[in-house]
């Protein structure tokens, strides 16, 4: 267990749809990132923030947003679903900002877009 | 932009077949390359850091060593649960930089 939780573990979706994944860090570590996984691809990073802030933006699509709240945990918004951002989504965290250091993985979040 | 690559893609193994994975890799400036490893259906569980040139790290059967331009993952005498896919992924230096992964390599260890 790496102390990373995300919730939920499975989610389906009709296309145009609206989502929400959660995810809350361990325990002390302020940084979190957001990766999508697709079949047959590598982890793609989405974005990371430290103690509320972004600090980097991968390739994220417009049509999705993350956040960062006061007690550490994050959001990542997906919004008008297609069926290709069917993915597993990954969120890991860190005790530091800039890297550099491990990072430890949730379980993460599988999406089907139906 | 930076890039990662990863050979074989997949690897079948003996029990006890010692063999390595390569990660090769295009970035400007490193601040570390990360080895993780991930089962299916599950998150990418850490295994080493390396941080220069000429670095080497071990970890039960597994010793992770970095160039600068590659990375290598030793698996010594690999038994049937070290069946995973292997990840590599660097990250630049400089600010908050974002880490790339690789696509893994697959590493199968048959009894």
């Known amino acids: 267990d790496s102390g990373v939780t995300q919730t939920p573990k499975h989610l389906i979706t009709a296309t145009g749809q609206r989502v929400t994944l959660r995810c809350s860090p361990r325990?002390?570590?302020?940084?979190v990132y957001w990766y999508q996984q697709s079949l047959d691809q590598g982890l793609q990073f989405l974005i990371q923030?430290?103690?509320?802030?972004?600090?980097a933006k991968g390739n994220i699509l417009e049509r999705f947003s993350a956040q960062q709240f006061p007690d550490l945990h994050s959001e990542l918004n997906l919004s008008s679903l297609e069926l290709g951002d069917s993915a597993l989504y990954f969120c890991?965290?860190?005790?530091?900002?800039?890297?550099?250091?491990?990072?430890?993985f949730g379980q993460g979040t599988r999406l089907t877009v139906v | 932009e930076d890039q990662v690559t990863q050979s074989p893609e997949a690897l079948r193994l003996q029990e006890g077949e010692s063999s390595s994975l390569n990660c090769s890799y295009t970035?400007?400036?490193?601040?570390?390359l990360f080895w993780y490893r991930q089962d299916p259906g599950k998150g990418p569980e850490f295994l080493f850091t390396?941080?220069?040139a000429g670095e080497e790290k071990e970890k039960e059967r597994l010793k992770a060593t970095l160039t600068k331009k590659e990375s290598f993952l030793h698996i010594t005498a690999p038994k049937p649960e070290d069946s995973a896919t292997y990840l590599c992924?660097?990250?630049?230096?400089?600010?908050?930089?974002?880490?790339?992964f690789g696509i893994g390599t697959k590493l199968q260890v048959i009894p």
């Open positions: 923030y430290y103690n509320g802030e972004e600090r």
């Open positions: 992924a660097v990250q630049p230096s400089g600010g908050y930089q974002k880490v790339t």
């Open positions: 390396l941080y220069s």
């Open positions: 970035v400007s400036g490193l601040r570390g």
């Open positions: 325990s002390g570590d302020l940084s």
């Open positions: 890991a965290s860190s005790v530091v900002g800039r890297g550099g250091t491990e990072a430890f």
